[in-house]
Nanobody
């Protein structure tokens, strides 16, 4: 089992910045994809950004490209999402996600953290 613990959400004004972090613990497979999804009220959950460890690529949703940056710490078990130039449309519950990269692996989710962009 893998546990994901998120932190860093809150209220920020439009144009502001916020950084989310998520730390994984437990039985973590060495190769994995770790990232962030978000879900706004009355909308489907959508991928925001994902990072593949072991020197793999980083992918972003078109709506956040150039404004958000995903990174990991040296252990690879903590992922960060630096969000800049925030817009009201970025308001959502953000979920940390981890998928081990082997066939048949389970997905793991954090509990979700609220980000509200409002003046």
């Amino acid at each position: 089992q893998v546990q994901l613990v998120e932190s860093g959400g809150g209220l920020v004004q439009p144009g502001g910045s916020l950084e989310l972090s998520c730390t994984a613990s437990g039985n973590i497979f060495s190769l994995n994809a770790m990232g962030w999804y978000r879900q706004a009220p009355r909308k489907s959950r959508e991928l925001v950004a994902v990072s593949f460890n072991g020197g793999g690529p980083k992918n972003y949703a078109e709506s956040v490209e150039g404004r958000f940056t995903i990174s990991r710490d040296n252990t690879g078990n903590t992922v960060y999402l630096l969000m800049t130039s925030l817009k009201p449309d970025d308001s959502a519950v953000y979920y940390c996600h981890l998928r081990p990269l082997y066939q048949g692996a389970d997905d793991y989710w954090g509990q979700g953290i609220q980000v509200t962009v409002s003046s």
